[in-house]
């Protein structure tokens, strides 16, 4: 079994930067793929990034592209988030997830194992 535990998330203003953390424990070598989603009050949950287990791969959703940033570092079993030029659109709770399975996808339903999620808000 795996847990994740997400951190970094707060309270900023429009424009400003903050670095999501996403720490893996347990059987991590189950897990390839990883993502970032998001879910605003009243929405649903949505990919915003995800990356495969070597980095080499990864897929940003429209609203990421050119502000937001996924890595990951094995050796710490630590995945990131960086966040640039943040909007107040983009105020949610963030996730992050894994899946067994071997490719990155966009349903939230390929990704079996969830953090608890980290509030990000952006004032205006």
């Known amino acids: 079994q795996v847990q994740l535990l997400e951190s970094g998330g707060g309270l900023v203003q429009s424009g400003d930067s903050l670095r999501l953390s996403c720490a893996a424990s347990?059987?991590?070598?189950?897990?390839?793929?990883m993502a970032w989603f998001r879910q605003a009050p009243g929405k649903e949950r949505e990919f915003v990034a995800g990356?495969?287990?070597?980095?080499?791969?990864?897929y940003d959703a429209d609203s990421a592209k050119g502000r937001f940033t996924i890595s990951r570092d094995n050796a710490k079993t630590t995945m990131y988030l960086q966040m640039n030029s943040l909007k107040p659109e983009d105020t949610a709770v963030y996730y992050c997830?894994?899946?067994?399975?071997?490719?990155?996808?966009?349903?939230?339903?390929?990704?079996?194992?969830w953090g608890q999620g980290t509030q990000v808000t952006v004032s205006s």
């Open positions: 990356i495969r287990w070597s980095g080499a791969d990864t």
């Open positions: 347990g059987r991590t070598f189950t897990i390839y793929p």
């Open positions: 997830a894994g899946s067994t399975a071997a490719y990155i996808d966009f349903r939230p339903d390929h990704y079996d194992t």
